[in-house]
DNA sequence: GGCCGTCAAGACGAT
DNA sequence: ATCGTCTTGACGGCC
């Protein structure tokens, strides 16, 4: 099981500009930023080795604009010798890493031009992890999208883009993970058996919006959208709620009871279907609260 | 040097 | 109609 945490790392200050203003783009400064945040993607996976942490998700903006119309630099080709070298620390190591593009990414809009530019933005996410040379374990996660008043009809046109519309060595990356609103764990198994898209489980949004299942029931459901020997190990994302902030909004540490329970139950669970899992902590303070879970985890 | 409004992009619920 | 939220953080203009 690896233990993870997202984009950031609050220790490692980068000590340069990891992105800048679209008014402010220029090749050079794309260049310089670029370069930075690859530099600074390396000590962080480093510093990630050092303290046993082996799942982190790459943030979006390491390279900016990336899948803007402004942007006609060849980046892949430009940085393909850093881009290698984190690639085959990230096997050496046997690292997984994720990606998580932002809200903007809605497969199954009801505009033609936004469809695009999501598949836009996700083909660049794919080719950042196929520069790396990475294998297909190495995921993209990103949400159902819209529902615009009928679910149905959108979880139908999410399948049917899926399907007809990208690439497979970008299918092959994309996985769909629940959210705290619109697409609950079953509506996501939904879209699983019209697609084979493999399921990010995340335990913090289905507390907010599930379908009355119990938790080992939607631990053994999402890990079945799984291929293991490609898609590599289930992912879960975990989290718990911000006490006294709205609901769905992230802890901003990690609340140790909650996490154990969740930990013993999915013990359960991996014994059970003998599968084994990475988990992806959603906390404010990221790396120090994956330490922690870490060491509670190693203690159990 | 520090403050804070704003940032490429969409959808949705709250106000 | 406008605002806050989403993995929100951090850029960059202004004092």
């Known amino acids: 099981m690896r233990i993870g945490y997202p984009c950031i790392n609050l220790t490692l200050k980068n000590q340069y500009s990891s992105t800048f203003r679209l008014k402010s783009y220029s090749e050079k400064l794309f260049n310089e930023t670029v370069k930075n945040n690859l530099n600074h993607?390396?000590?962080?996976?480093?510093?990630?080795?050092?303290?046993n942490?082996?799942?982190?998700?790459?943030?979006?903006?390491?390279?900016?604009?990336?899948?803007?119309?402004?942007?006609?630099?060849?980046?892949s080709d430009t940085f393909k010798e850093k881009l290698e070298e984190i690639g085959d620390f990230i096997i050496k190591?046997?690292?997984?890493?994720?990606?998580?593009?932002?809200?903007?990414?809605?497969?199954?809009?009801?505009?033609?031009?936004?469809?695009?530019?999501?598949?836009?933005?996700?083909?660049?996410?794919c080719k950042l992890?196929?520069?790396?040379?990475?294998?297909?374990?190495?995921?993209?996660?990103?949400?159902?999208?819209?529902?615009?008043?009928?679910?149905?009809?959108?979880?139908?046109?999410?399948?049917?883009?899926?399907?007809?519309?990208?690439?497979?060595?970008?299918?092959?990356?994309?996985?769909?993970?629940?959210?705290?609103?619109?697409?609950?764990?079953?509506?996501?198994?939904?879209?699983?058996?019209?697609?084979?898209?493999?399921?990010?489980?995340?335990?913090?949004?289905?507390?907010?919006?599930?379908?009355?299942?119990?938790?080992?029931?939607?631990?053994?459901?999402?890990?079945k959208s799984w291929k293991y020997t490609t898609d590599g190990n289930p992912i879960l994302d975990y989290s718990s709620q911000n006490i006294g902030e709205r609901k769905g909004k992230h802890a901003k540490s990690l609340n140790k009871n909650h996490f154990i329970y969740m930990y013993d139950e999915l013990k359960n669970t991996i014994k059970e279907n003998q599968v084994d899992l990475d988990?992806?902590?959603?906390i404010k303070d990221k790396e120090k609260s994956a330490l922690l879970a870490l060491k509670m985890v190693q203690g159990f």
Request: hydrophobic share 35%; with cysteine; glycine share 4%.
């Open 279 to 282: 988990i992806m902590l959603e």
């Open 129 to 223: 992890l196929d520069s790396m040379r990475l294998p297909t374990s190495a995921k993209i996660q990103i949400h159902g999208g819209g529902v615009y008043g009928d679910k149905e009809k959108a979880k139908k046109v999410f399948s049917n883009n899926f399907n007809k519309l990208l690439e497979e060595s970008l299918k092959r990356r994309l996985v769909i993970e629940n959210d705290d609103r619109s697409y609950s764990l079953q509506d996501c198994l939904d879209i699983n058996s019209e697609t084979g898209i493999p399921i990010v489980f995340d335990t913090f949004h289905h507390e907010c919006l599930n379908n009355g299942e119990t938790f080992q029931q939607s631990l053994s459901s999402f890990i």
């Open 53 to 75: 942490i082996y799942f982190f998700r790459i943030g979006s903006d390491i390279i900016p604009f990336a899948s803007h119309p402004v942007c006609d630099i060849d980046w």
């Open 41 to 51: 993607l390396l000590s962080v996976l480093n510093f990630n080795k050092t303290n």
């Open 93 to 125: 190591n046997n690292i997984r890493v994720s990606m998580h593009p932002d809200q903007f990414v809605i497969l199954n809009s009801k505009s033609e031009d936004i469809v695009k530019n999501s598949i836009r933005e996700l083909q660049y996410h």
